[in-house]
């Protein structure tokens, strides 16, 4: 491909793009194979010996009859929707795992927000309400619920009652004979 180091904020702002200027040209290539005239002038300046006489990238834009911010923008839009495509597929990889440590983590006890979290995504809790409510059959039939905070909370007070009250031996009591 190219080998010459531009001089030139728009080489300098390019070449600072993770993948360097290599990868920035890429995407103004691939732009111009969409269809982006602008990039697509730039290049035929670029690879013509004209071009390469140039000592910056402005000036190969000059040449081309394009303004270099439009080119830098396109090679810096395509980077980031580059970016953004490759972060989605990370994710849809690493779903599965994700969504377990989620689950796992609002089996907890302290999972309090894990499960609201979970609760919410799949749509089974309405948010923005005061006090939750649960979608029923997806018509957004609304029902208030107390807040599982407080829930978690009368639970938590409730344990005491539901123990045993005294810990002892079972004694088997008869009646007497003459009652």
């Given amino acids: 491909m190219i080998v010459k180091n531009y001089a030139g904020q728009m080489y300098d702002q390019l ?3 993770p993948g360097g200027f290599d990868e920035a040209l890429q995407f103004i290539i691939t732009s111009a194979d969409a269809g ?15 071009g390469e006489q140039a000592e910056t990238l402005e000036e190969v834009c000059k040449l081309a009859g394009v303004d270099p911010f439009i080119v830098a923008s396109v090679a810096v839009s395509r980077f980031e929707q580059d970016r953004v495509l490759r972060a989605r597929i990370q994710a849809a990889l690493r779903v599965d795992a994700i969504v377990q440590a989620a689950v796992n983590s609002a089996l907890m006890p302290q999972g309090v927000a894990d499960r609201k979290l979970l609760l919410t ?3 089974f809790l309405v948010e923005g309400s005061k006090a939750p409510t649960v979608v029923v059959d997806n018509r957004k039939v609304e029902v208030a619920l107390p807040s599982l ?20 031996e079972v004694v088997n009591v008869q009646p007497k004979d003459n009652q």
Avoid: H, I
């Fill in 15 to 17: 070449a600072s793009l």
């Fill in 36 to 50: 982006d005239e602008n990039c697509l002038k730039f290049l035929q300046y670029l690879l013509e010996p004209v």
């Fill in 121 to 123: 995504a799949s749509g």
């Fill in 149 to 168: 905070e407080d829930t978690l909370r009368l639970l938590d007070k409730a344990k005491p009652a539901l123990l045993p009250a005294v810990d002892g």
